[in-house]
């Protein structure tokens, strides 16, 4: 069974400071995806990444995908209250994917 | 173009009761999935399907069924519901399963008493 971890579990800042969320496996994943879910709702995709040592910017969110594609991290610059939200990885293998347990990000205006 | 959608949105089931959980999308996808979503625990995969007519378990099988008679459609079935099977369930689907896009829909939240 392929796992993720993800960490922290639970994350409370200030608008305007940094943070970054990790997602490691044990398992080697075709492709890592993050995506955002608001309470309520499904989650919804930010992004993709399938080469090992890949980065992808997408505006303040900066993703990087590790050099052996186990592993993953999501930094946010200057957090505002709108990112708040529960964060998902996910690694994809055989048509499926494998969800971590989420990262829970809390920005306090 | 609706996306994903499911029905019913709330549910409230008594112990040994049955149900089917509603899932359609719009898209044209091939792929489709069934998803249990219980605090703290991520997602995980209870069905899916590559195709009309075909399924196949995911990681948590038991006590389900599901059905895949045409593209669009993808009813998941709760049979001899239990309270373990309280929670909240998410369909998705995409257009091939490698490294694409899972799209999501609302959820069902499915109280179990």
């Known amino acids: 069974t392929q796992l993720l971890e993800q960490s922290p579990q639970f994350l409370s800042i200030q608008e305007g400071e940094n943070l970054t969320v990790y997602c490691n496996s044990s398992?080697?994943?075709?492709?890592l995806q993050w995506y955002r879910q608001e309470p309520g709702e499904g989650p919804v995709l930010l992004v993709t990444v399938v080469t090992g040592g890949e980065v992808k910017k997408l505006k303040r969110l900066t993703f990087q995908f590790g050099d052996a594609r186990k592993d993953s991290s999501l930094h946010i610059t200057a957090a505002q209250p709108g990112d708040t939200g529960l964060y998902l990885c996910?690694?994809?293998?055989?048509?499926?994917?494998?969800f971590g347990k989420g990262t829970l990000l809390t920005v306090n205006p | 173009n609706a996306g994903v959608t499911q029905t019913p949105k709330f549910r409230i089931l008594k112990i040994g009761q049955s149900m089917t959980l509603q899932c359609t999308q719009d898209m044209n996808h091939n792929y489709m999935y069934w998803y249990r979503q219980d605090p703290g625990m991520g997602l995980k995969l209870i069905y899916y399907s590559v195709g009309a007519g075909i399924t196949d378990k995911g990681e948590v099988p038991n006590g389900y069924n599901v059905s895949r008679s045409t593209t669009e459609d993808f009813p998941l079935r709760l049979e001899l519901a239990a309270p373990s099977q309280t929670s909240v369930y998410f369909c998705?689907?995409?257009?091939?399963?490698?490294?694409?896009?899972?799209?999501f829909g609302p959820g069902t939240r499915l109280t179990v008493l």
């Open positions: 996910a690694g994809g293998s055989n048509y499926k994917l494998t």
């Open positions: 998705a689907s995409s257009p091939s399963g490698l490294g694409n896009e899972q799209f």
């Open positions: 398992s080697v994943f075709s492709s």
